[in-house]
């Protein structure tokens, strides 16, 4: 097969073995968030996705919708809608014009808007809140609430319904939040957000500080959101405006209200900011909330009781700590920026779990740190500092890595910066095999339908068996980067370029 064609042959996976014989099996479902729920594993149970894609002839193509530019992240389907981050490079409303980021909510049967939230840049410093950057959190939804991280470092829950429905909630001044500072409130029209409240993290309790971009993926458990606050250094790369604030900060979904915060003063280790978002998982009975540190430590807290209403800040109670790079310096730290040899680490990936374990990829900062990093196994059942008992496996990557491991029949599938796709036996770590496929990879594998799909920021979409052997199926070209994860929902894959969302679909399915 030719390399980098832009279509697909038919395949004979299992997968579509199983709908050939079984065309009544096929998996539909919604896709509420990153991941898999709770324990943030890249799989999904989609089957039937489409055999062959030509983007020249437009075969299988469903739809695509323009995401202005620079758009590093994925999309979030549910309810018959598809909610993405964007930039404002093609204003969709006439009335904003300049840099703003962009949530976007399209109508998951043609690509059409429903509404969009609209939110100017931080003034000041570009590294408070980086140009022409599309908004990088993918929601997570639930019950009709659409729970996100703004460009500007807030917390909002959005109607999933937008204005369509009136301006419900707490909070009513959308056309003062859409409009850029010392510019007037602007009007509320039907095809803006609707924002139930909203929590400014830059300010106190939480009193964290901006850097480049927010990149968080809420993690929702009953009553309570946990998300990682994204605190950084500062312009320099070598201090933290923050160090007091917190990494990991629980709010209630009702309210907006912090409710609960880390007490493990992560931010003077901070060597860039706090990217990796929680997971959750139940280890002999009790419920973990597992979080990546940007100190390259992975920590295990115990889970708030998601019915219980809590009237006082609490501390989360730490379970144990991994530290994924124990030799790292841990003083000084800011020293070591733009070393490439030598430093401290940090995590970017979430932390997945299965079978009573966590992976999680660690190692070096992409942009300022050393290139050397790992793919850490956990036994999470441990208590205190597991560094040493907790080490089930360790497997070097070829070089940093942004990436969240995605876990089948036995199978990791993890990626990194160098390009390099890797399979290994979830079980021993020992590796099946590794691929350069070129470009980086900033966006993690997503293992469906019996395929391993990851983009490369060279464009590339690239396709191989889930199997213990490198069995490349296709690679389809892309007119753009690829800086978020494939997608696979209601039959539906969806791929986002740093300028466009594609939809993809069999053309008999429609």
């Known amino acids: 097969m030719k390399r980098c064609a832009p279509f697909w042959r038919p395949l004979c996976s299992t997968g579509l073995l199983w709908l050939v014989l079984f065309p009544h099996l096929v998996l539909a479902e919604d896709q509420s968030q990153w991941g898999q729920r709770h324990t943030r594993n ?57 840099d703003r980021s962009v949530l976007l909510c399209l109508d998951e049967k043609d690509g059409s808007l429903v509404w ?22 993918p929601p997570t939804v639930e019950g009709g609430r659409v729970y996100t991280l703004t460009n500007r470092f807030e917390v909002v829950c959005l109607d999933l319904e937008g204005q369509a429905d009136g301006n419900d909630g707490p909070y009513q001044d959308e056309g003062r939040h859409m409009a850029p500072a010392g510019e007037p409130a602007m009007d509320v029209t039907d095809t803006d957000a609707d924002i139930i409240w909203l929590l400014d993290m830059k300010e106190e309790p939480v009193g964290m500080a901006p850097h480049d971009a927010a990149h968080s993926s809420i993690l929702l458990d009953g009553r309570y959101l946990y998300i990682n606050t994204c605190n950084g250094v500062e312009y320099s790369n070598r201090a933290l405006s923050r160090p007091d604030a ?36 139940v280890v002999d009975g009790r419920r973990l909330v597992f979080f990546g540190g940007g100190d390259g430590v992975c920590y295990a807290f115990e889970a708030l009781d998601p019915a219980q209403t809590y009237e006082a800040l609490q501390i989360l109670k730490r379970v144990w700590r991994f530290d994924c790079d124990p030799g790292a310096p841990k003083a000084n730290i800011y020293a070591y920026a733009g070393n490439r040899r030598e430093g401290p680490s940090n995590i970017l990936g979430m932390p997945v779990f299965h079978n009573s374990r966590i992976y999680v990829t660690a190692g070096g900062d992409p942009w300022w740190g050393k290139r050397d990093a790992w793919l850490k196994c956990i036994d999470a059942r441990g208590s205190g500092d597991i560094t040493r008992a907790g080490a089930l496996w360790s497997y070097p ?23 390099y796709l890797h399979c290994l036996d979830a079980e021993s770590g020992q590796p099946y095999w590794s691929r350069r496929l070129g470009g980086e990879f900033w966006g993690s594998p997503l293992i469906a339908d019996g ?41 539906v894959l969806y791929v986002s370029t740093l300028k466009t969302l594609y939809a993809f679909e069999e053309a008999g399915n429609r």
């Open 42 to 98: 890249m799989i999904s149970a989609e089957t039937g996705l489409p055999e062959t894609i030509n983007l020249e002839t437009g075969e299988n193509v469903k739809w695509t919708a323009s995401l202005g530019d620079n758009a590093y992240g994925c999309p979030i389907i549910v309810s018959g809608k598809v909610l993405i981050g964007a930039s404002n490079a093609e204003p969709r409303d006439p009335r904003h014009q300049g």
């Open 116 to 137: 969009q939230l609209l939110v100017p840049r931080i003034p000041g410093p570009l590294y408070l809140d980086w140009p022409e950057i599309a908004l990088a959190s």
């Open 246 to 281: 917190p990494s990991l900060i629980v709010v209630d979904k009702e309210t907006g209200q912090l409710v609960a915060k880390d007490g493990e003063n992560i931010g003077p280790r901070v060597f860039h900011s706090t990217w990796s978002s929680p997971s959750l998982g």
């Open 397 to 419: 990557l070829k070089r940093q890595s942004c990436c969240t491991p995605a876990i089948a029949s036995g199978l990791l599938f993890v990626a990194d910066c160098r390009g």
């Open 451 to 491: 395929k391993v799909y990851l983009g490369s920021l060279r464009g590339q979409l690239w396709i191989f068996a889930a199997g213990t052997e490198a069995a490349e199926l296709a690679c389809i070209k892309f007119d753009a980067p690829i800086g978020g994860t494939p997608v696979a929902a209601n039959g």
